[in-house]
DNA sequence: GATATGACCGCAA
DNA sequence: TTTGCGGCCATAT
């Protein structure tokens, strides 16, 4: 048993929770990582999510931080992306570029 | 081992 | 609204 034994466990459930958001809803990091098991770990859910494959099947696009924006900066790619693909599945931006979360909120 | 940093969160002022 | 502080976990120095 390792360090990166450990690490797979959280990651495992960290995809878990992440491909259980239905399409057109949203997750906080915390959120992620309060149903992980994780409690506060908030970041390390950031961590695995930026450390995933790019061939990934995983809906990444569907976490964003607790203000409703994306985390990514406005020139990555990511950004770009995850903006793009979630407006493909009904996910509307606010002027300010912010989600609404009372309404694309995943509520588990 | 200690310190700093990072796709962060929640609370208080 | 913004700022500061503590908390979480992994990685780099």
Known sequence: MNAADQDISREQR???VVASIPPGKVASY???AQLAG???GARLVG????????????P????IN?????????????????KQRLE???VLFNVSGKINLSRFGWKP
Request: net charge positive.
């Open 14 to 16: 960290i995809w878990q």
């Open 66 to 82: 607790a203000a409703g924006r994306i985390s990514l900066p406005a020139e990555s790619q990511g950004h770009d992306l995850q």
């Open 47 to 58: 961590r695995t999510l930026h450390n995933l494959p790019r061939g990934t099947r995983l």
């Open 88 to 90: 493909e599945e009904g």
């Open 38 to 40: 994780l409690g506060r």
């Open 30 to 32: 915390g959120q992620v």
């Open 60 to 63: 990444w696009h569907r976490v």
